[in-house]
């Protein structure tokens, strides 16, 4: 048989061609300590790099980092410089940066950064099964805000993952600082004090990790172009502490997005709450919220979390979202669920909320609708201060139980009236 070369040769080029592409598709990289570990095995002969920055300093755009345990935790702090790189940790892989550094600084105010791990503008990531952990930082003062992982204008996806002790040194634990996953954005028309100057976005996942030990918030995410989904996630704070209001979630500052089927737990700020302090307010330096969506850029819908010991359980502004089957248990001082006076069109429907000191569901805004749920022990089940509100009746009434007011239609003071239901993280 004879051959064209012609034919030949395009076939050729071809295989060259595809054969590039084969080669130049995404690796698997491994960090040990000892330079010796496979993405299966890290006890395996295999040639490994020996730090996190070194691997990735090697790596190309896709390829995914697997990081062994080691004999100790890794004293790092990474800074994501390429597109899509996975991060794997193995059997406990730890980052713990000790002193942490300031290599970065806030989109918003400018303000130093110290983060653990830094997603900056334009870059998508993964992390996935590692644990990171502040707790040698070495910050004390206020200057500087400690963070575990910050996507500044950065995207991407946190899961099965343990982000802990994000706080400040003792003394400094009335700093608003230390949160523990942060998500930013902003641009020259963020409703922030000091414009960002150039457009960026921050779309990220947060779901199935843990999150505790930190100073302010939990998991965040702030700014106009910010789009954060929690899902899965255990969110527990300090309990009662005299330092500081936590949140366990907050969207915030025209952000906006998804939180749903998360466990937060004990973020109370203790001066609210305690009735040796002073009148006529003991919470005019605010309180803490379990989920706190505050000025949100859109529809941020909260359904399917449990909420216990808190004092506010879910806070909503926002306009046409959605609080939905959550279980709110134990709210100090305030409501299981409260909705703010700009807060518009929003369902409440199907939650189970219970032992709260205020109202159970407190309705400050308008065209609101509040059926099918279930109320247990509270001065008030459902204050509807707003005007056009809906409550439920018939097949979508709502139900009562030990609520010696079921429903109050007239607008009655607050216990927060002179104060701060929520305190909002500030935006750096």
């Given at each position: 048989m004879h051959f064209n070369p012609s034919v030949r040769s395009i076939a050729l080029v071809l295989c060259v061609s595809l054969c590039g592409v084969s080669s130049a598709a995404a690796a698997k990289r491994v960090v040990d300590p000892d330079g010796q570990g496979s993405s299966t095995n890290c006890e395996a002969s295999n040639a490994a790099y020996t730090s996190i920055a070194i691997a990735i300093a090697a790596a190309n755009v896709g390829d995914s980092i697997y990081i062994c345990p080691g004999p100790g935790p890794y004293n790092e702090q990474v800074v994501v410089s390429k597109n899509n790189l996975k991060f794997i940790g193995i059997l406990g892989a730890t980052i713990a940066p000790s002193p942490m550094l300031t290599n970065t600084a806030s989109l918003s105010s400018g303000n130093p950064i110290a983060a653990v791990i830094l997603v900056p503008a334009g870059i998508t990531t993964t992390i996935d099964?590692?644990?990171?952990?502040?707790?040698?930082h070495g910050i004390s003062g206020c200057a500087t805000n400690p963070m575990g992982i910050y996507f500044r204008n950065g995207s991407g996806t946190v899961s099965n993952s343990a982000v802990k002790n994000i706080r400040l040194a003792a003394g400094f634990g009335g700093c608003q600082a230390g949160n523990a996953i942060?998500?930013?954005?902003?641009?020259?028309?963020?409703?922030?004090?000091?414009?960002?100057?150039?457009t960026g976005s921050s779309v990220v996942t947060v779901k199935d990790s843990t999150v505790h030990d930190f100073q302010k918030n939990g998991i965040t995410g702030s700014g106009i172009h910010t789009t954060l989904t929690a899902t899965g996630n255990r969110v527990s704070g300090d309990g009662a502490t005299p330092n500081i209001a936590q949140n366990g979630i907050q969207i915030a500052f025209g952000a906006l997005g998804t939180v749903s089927g998360n466990v937060v737990s004990d973020v109370v700020y203790s001066q609210c709450v305690d009735p040796s302090a002073p009148n006529p307010n003991p919470c005019n330096n605010g309180s803490s919220t379990g989920i706190l969506v505050y000025q949100?850029?859109?529809?941020?819908?909260?359904?399917?979390?449990?909420?216990?010991?808190?004092?506010?359980?879910?806070?909503?502004?926002?306009?046409?979202?959605?609080?939905?089957?959550?279980?709110?248990?134990?709210?100090?001082?305030?409501?299981?669920?409260?909705?703010?006076?700009?807060?518009?069109g929003n369902i409440v429907a199907q939650n189970?909320?219970?032992?709260?000191?205020?109202?159970?569901?407190?309705?400050?805004?308008?065209?609101?609708?509040?059926?099918?749920?279930?109320?247990?022990?509270?001065?008030?089940?459902?204050h509807s201060c707003g005007g056009g509100n809906t409550i439920g009746a018939g097949s979508t009434k709502n139900t009562f139980y030990d609520i010696p007011v079921p429903i109050e239609a007239t607008c009655m003071a607050s216990k927060s009236s002179a104060g701060a239901r929520a305190t909002a993280s500030p935006v750096d």
């Open positions: 099964q590692l644990t990171i952990d502040g707790s040698g942060f998500a930013q954005s902003c641009d020259m028309s963020d409703m922030s004090p000091v414009p960002c100057g150039a949100a850029g859109g529809v941020t819908n909260v359904t399917q979390n449990s909420v216990i010991t808190t004092q506010t359980g879910v806070y909503l502004d926002a306009d046409g979202s959605s609080v939905s089957q959550n279980d709110i248990t134990h709210t100090l001082q305030y409501d299981g669920i409260y909705l703010t006076a700009t807060s518009t189970s909320v219970g032992t709260s000191d205020e109202s159970a569901i407190w309705v400050d805004g308008t065209m609101n609708s509040i059926t099918k749920n279930n109320l247990i022990e509270a001065p008030i089940g459902i």
